[in-house]
């Protein structure tokens, strides 16, 4: 009997640890169940924080000058960009831009005047 003692004894130890040894490895059981898929919608524009105050102003300001422009889309982008950084449009349709110093003195990388 004592001869088959120790590796019963040993066969019981190792079968246990085994099982100990299992779920250890297995890690903590899952608690919630995997998320549905969900079908993407439409994306959503982000919502301006600080809305530019000029422009309006200077939709407006630009929608008078350039309103005999023959590219109008072009004359409507430029005098945007402009105004958003002189804070200011000449007046009429044409010329006048001694009334805005850095609308009048901007220029291209050509050298040309980039105000319409």
């Known amino acids: 009997m004592k001869q088959l003692a120790y590796p019963t004894l040993l066969l019981v ?27 993407p919608g439409p994306p959503v524009p982000p919502t301006p924080t600080n809305p530019d105050p ?16 023959g590219m109008h889309d ?16 000449p007046s009429g349709t044409y010329g006048n831009k001694s009334e805005c110093p850095c609308y009048r003195d901007w220029l291209s990388s050509q050298g040309k005047p980039k105000c319409p």
Not at 74 to 89: A, L, S, T
């Open 54 to 69: 000029l422009k309006g102003f200077c939709d407006s300001k630009c929608e008078v000058r350039c309103s005999n422009a």
């Open 74 to 89: 072009r004359c409507i982008k430029y005098c945007g960009i402009c105004c958003q950084k002189c804070n200011c449009v």
């Open 13 to 39: 130890s190792l079968l246990l640890s085994s099982i100990f040894l299992q779920t250890t490895l297995a890690g903590p059981p899952a608690t919630t169940a995997p998320p549905t898929p969900t079908k």
